[in-house]
Nanobody, 121 residues
Framework: QVQLVESGGGLVQAGGSLRLSCAASGSIGRIATMGWYRQAQGKQRELVATITRGLTTNYADSVKGRFTISRDNTNNTVYLQMDSLKPEDTSVYYC???????????????WGQGTQVTISS
C-alpha cells in the first residue's frame, strides 16, 4: 500500500523555525496535488498549504509570508519550511497527497499519520 510518512516536527520557541518533510512510498503511479493540513486539539482540521505537480502553491492567510511549501517529484517528497513560528501554530501537522496508484485509473487522497509541532511562548 501507499504510505505517507511525515518527519521534522518538534518543540521550538516562538520566532524559531522548523522544516517538515513528507515522503510518499509504495506503488505510486502519479501524484497530483500535495499539501499540509493541521489540526489543533478541539479544533477542526484546516488547510495550511498546497502545491500542484506544476509547483503552483496556495497558502492559508494565517501562514502566508511565514511558511513555504515545496516538493521534489523525483523523490515524491513535499516539504514545509516554517519560519517566524507563533504559539498559535501549535498543532498536529498532516501531509496529504492526491495520487493514482501504479496501474490504477483513479486519483484518491492519502494521508500521513501526522507530526506534532509545539511552539512555546
Amino acid at each position: 500500500q501507499v504510505q505517507l510518512v511525515e518527519s521534522g516536527g518538534g518543540l521550538v520557541q516562538a520566532g524559531g523555525s522548523l522544516r517538515l518533510s513528507c515522503a510518499a512510498s509504495g506503488s505510486i503511479g502519479r501524484i497530483a496535488t500535495m499539501g499540509w493540513y493541521r489540526q489543533a486539539q478541539g479544533k477542526q482540521r484546516e488547510l495550511v498549504a498546497t502545491i500542484t505537480r506544476g509547483l503552483t502553491t496556495n497558502y492559508a492567510d494565517s501562514v502566508k509570508g511565514r511558511f513555504t511549501i515545496s516538493r521534489d517529484n523525483t523523490n515524491n517528497t513535499v516539504y514545509l519550511q516554517m519560519d517566524s513560528l507563533k504559539p498559535e501554530d501549535t498543532s498536529v501537522y498532516y501531509c496529504k497527497a492526491n495520487l493514482r496508484v501504479g496501474g490504477g485509473d483513479y486519483y484518491s487522497d492519502y494521508w500521513g499519520q501526522g507530526t506534532q509541532v509545539t511552539i512555546s511562548s
